[in-house]
């Protein structure tokens, strides 16, 4: 998971329907928002149903993050992502399935800044096919709250009062959070002892389905690559020790490879940050931790 700048999302989106398109579509957004408010809840989902208007903003949610699932970081190609409310509009249960919202978000279904993109072993319950574990994994309306939290009141736009538990890929501290390993396994970056911070990234890594086997597939596969990279490049300074010229050069253009795989158009890019900050702290491999102030 890296960082989404979604308050680029009006430039974006008018960059590809036309300038003032972006006001045009908030308009009609706050048009929507009025029809629902005073629906009983499940006039809303039927409401919703026909007037998902958020889909019109799914190709500027995708080049914000260069087509790529805003949670996972696998590539938009096989199929499409979906558009999630990042708190749930409809319903939101916490991790023991107790209701925390029984109408849910709905005064932010038509908020913009309530939007995710996501792919469908993130958004949608099912299990790893891949396993044998029955664990059902996938969001769905699952938004857990920190023990004795504030829940939010419909209007309340910001939420900030709210201690979600769930990482937020628009928050630049949540995506370090998490971590990754050689094999592709995703884990907590804080151990238990930093009791909050494990929590939210075991919770979120359960519930956005990060450990399913064809995601860390796709987490091993660029592991592997830099590893190759890294391994070739060492090598070459160990055989060339004492020519500074060349050993400055091959560093150069190992951290050049690294760099272009850590930028934001490449699958699973903070895998690389990963990889550089276990491997420098190797026998040998010391050359490498500078590496991480040039990943984009």
């Given amino acids: 998971m890296r960082c989404i700048p979604i308050e680029n999302l009006p430039e974006v989106y008018d960059s590809i329907n036309g300038n003032g398109a972006f006001e045009i579509w908030l308009s009609e957004a706050e048009n929507h ?11 809303r989902a039927a409401y919703w149903k026909v007037n998902n208007y958020w889909g019109k903003l799914y190709s500027a949610l995708s080049k914000l993050s260069e087509n790529k699932c805003w949670y996972s970081e696998s590539l938009e190609n096989s199929c499409e992502f979906e558009i999630e409310h990042y708190r749930p509009k409809a319903k939101s249960i916490d991790e023991n399935k107790k209701i925390i919202r029984d109408d849910g978000y709905w005064w932010l279904s038509y908020s913009w800044k309530n939007y995710r993109l996501a792919g469908s072993l993130v958004n949608k319950l099912r299990k790893d096919r891949f396993t044998e574990n029955n664990d059902v994994y996938g969001k769905g309306n ?50 238990e002892e930093n009791t909050v911070q494990n929590k939210r990234a075991v919770l979120s890594i359960k ?13 091993k596969m660029i592991w592997d690559k830099c590893e190759q990279i890294v391994d070739i490049a060492n090598n ?29 158009k490449q699958p699973y890019s903070m895998v690389v ?24």
């Fill in 33 to 43: 928002l009025s029809n629902i408010r005073k629906l009983k809840p499940t006039e």
């Fill in 142 to 191: 699952f938004f857990p709250l920190e023990e004795n939290s504030p829940i939010a009141t419909p209007e309340d736009k910001y939420c900030k009062l709210e201690r979600a538990l769930l990482l937020d890929p628009i928050k630049p501290r949540d995506c370090i959070l998490i971590s990754f390993d050689k094999n592709g396994e995703v884990y907590p970056s804080y151990s």
């Fill in 207 to 219: 519930y956005y389905g990060l450990d399913h086997t064809p995601i860390k597939r796709g987490r």
């Fill in 236 to 264: 070459f300074i160990r055989t060339y020790m004492d020519n500074d010229v060349k050993r400055e050069e091959t560093i150069d253009n190992c951290y050049y490879e690294l760099a272009i795989l850590s930028s934001n």
């Fill in 273 to 296: 940050r990963s990889f550089v900050k276990t491997k420098a702290k190797e026998n040998n491999y010391e050359w490498l931790e500078d590496a991480l102030m040039i990943m984009q």
